[in-house]
Nanobody, 129 residues
Framework: QLQLVESGGGLVQPGGSLTLACVAS????????IGWFRQAPGKGREGVGC????????RYEGSAKGRFTISRDSAKNTVYLQMNLLTPEDTGRYFC??????????????????????WGQGTQVTVSS
């Protein structure tokens, strides 16, 4: 069974940092392009960023640029989302997902439109004082 499980969410003060993990089971995550998305209460899903299968190349969307970093740990079959300088606008449920795709690039519009692939259930991040 292919599965992604996110963890690391929680309550953090504005200006703080948090690192989320996306752990894969049942498949080799290195063969998958993975994206991180978030959804705030009452809002639609928003892309955060993605990482390619080859080379670990990344792309970031909007306010994630310059503050968030996506990385891989092949030994742990895990993709991470490190988030710095968090603001209340970063509050939401964060989830990872992707598809098997061998290549040096990732594209958020393709990931956002996936009708299959593998998706996690998400982890809640709340930024509040």
């Amino acid at each position: 069974q292919l599965q992604l499980v996110e963890s690391g969410g929680g309550l953090v003060q504005p200006g703080g940092s948090l690192t989320l993990a996306c752990v894969a089971s049942g498949f080799n995550l290195d063969e998958y392009v993975i994206g991180w998305f978030r959804q705030a209460p009452g809002k639609g899903r928003e892309g955060v960023g993605c990482i390619s299968s080859e080379g670990g190349n990344t792309r970031y969307e909007g306010s994630a640029k310059g503050r968030f970093t996506i990385s891989r740990d092949s030994a742990k079959n895990t993709v991470y989302l490190q988030m710095n300088l968090l603001t209340p606008e970063d509050t939401g449920r964060y989830f990872c997902g992707g598809e098997e795709s061998i290549g040096p690039a990732c594209y958020m519009d393709i990931l956002a439109g996936l009708t299959d692939g593998v998706w996690g259930q998400g982890t809640q991040v709340t930024v509040s004082s």
